[in-house]
T-cell receptor
C-alpha cells in the first residue's frame, strides 16, 4: 500500500552541526510534501513544504530537498540547536484531500 | 490569529464508555481533519470535514465518528472504547485548497483503562 517512511528512527547530532533527516515516499503521484516538527506534548508544527515542480526550497535554517527520481525527501537543519530536539515527520499528498505521514525521526541535539 | 484549539487536553475513560473530543479550527479555515497518533502506528488519518460534510475517511471502524458545525468547529466521537483507543488525537485545519498546509492543534490525550 501507500506509505511514507523514514530511514532513521533516531538521529543524534552535536549542537552547532548540521542535521539531515531523510524520508522515502512511495506514491509517484504525490505532488506536495511537508515537513513537520513535533515537540513533546505538542501537536505537529509546520516547518517547510515543497511542491513537486521544485527540487529545493530554503527556509530559515532549514532546507528541503526533493528527488522525484528516487522518491526521496530530506530536511536539512543548519547549525542545529537544542530547541531543534523533537520528532520530525514528512508527509505527502498522493491525492485530493489526502495526506500520508511518515512514522517520524527523533532528533536529539547533544550539548 | 489563534491557532487550532482542542478540548479537553487530557481524558481518562474506561472500556465500554464513549468519548467526545472537540476541535476549533483557525478562523477562516473550513477544513478539519482528525488523526490518531500512537507510538506504534504513528499518525493515522481518521476523517476530514469540509463545510459540515465528511469528504474523506480513513480505515477506522464505525465506532469512530465525527461531525462539523456551521462555524467549522468539529467533534469526534468514539463509542464503546477499547484499550487500544488510547492515543493522542490530533485535529488539523486548513482553509480550502486540497494542497494547503494543515495546521495542527495540541491534541487530546486519551487514556482508556
Amino acid at each position: 500500500g501507500e506509505s511514507v517512511g523514514l530511514h532513521l528512527p533516531t538521529l543524534s547530532v552535536q549542537e552547532g552541526d548540521n542535521s539531515i533527516i531523510n524520508c522515502a515516499y512511495s506514491n509517484s503521484a504525490s505532488d506536495y510534501f511537508i515537513w513537520y516538527k513535533q515537540e513533546s506534548g505538542k501537536g505537529p508544527q509546520f516547518i517547510i513544504d515543497i511542491r513537486s515542480n521544485m527540487d529545493k526550497r530554503q527556509g530559515q535554517r532549514v532546507t528541503v530537498l526533493l528527488n522525484k527520481t528516487v522518491k526521496h525527501l530530506s530536511l536539512q537543519i543548519a547549525a542545529t540547536q537544542p530547541g531543534d530536539s523533537a520528532v520530525y515527520f514528512c508527509a505527502e499528498t498522493p491525492g485530493t484531500y489526502k495526506y500520508i505521514f511518515g512514522t517520524g525521526t527523533r532528533l536529539k541535539v547533544l550539548a | 490569529k489563534a491557532g487550532v484549539t482542542q478540548t479537553p487536553r487530557y481524558l481518562i475513560k474506561t472500556r465500554g464508555q464513549q468519548v467526545t473530543l472537540s476541535c476549533s479550527p483557525i478562523s477562516g479555515h473550513r477544513s478539519v481533519s482528525w488523526y490518531q497518533q500512537t507510538p506504534g502506528q504513528g499518525l493515522q488519518f481518521l476523517f476530514e470535514y469540509f463545510s459540515e460534510t465528511q469528504r474523506n475517511k480513513g480505515n477506522f471502524p464505525g465506532r469512530f465518528s465525527g461531525r462539523q458545525f456551521s462555524n467549522s468547529r468539529s467533534e469526534m466521537n468514539v463509542s464503546t472504547l477499547e484499550l487500544g483507543d488510547s492515543a493522542l488525537y490530533l485535529c488539523a485545519s486548513r482553509s480550502n485548497s486540497d494542497q494547503e498546509t494543515q495546521y495542527f492543534g495540541p491534541g487530546t490525550r486519551l487514556l482508556v483503562l
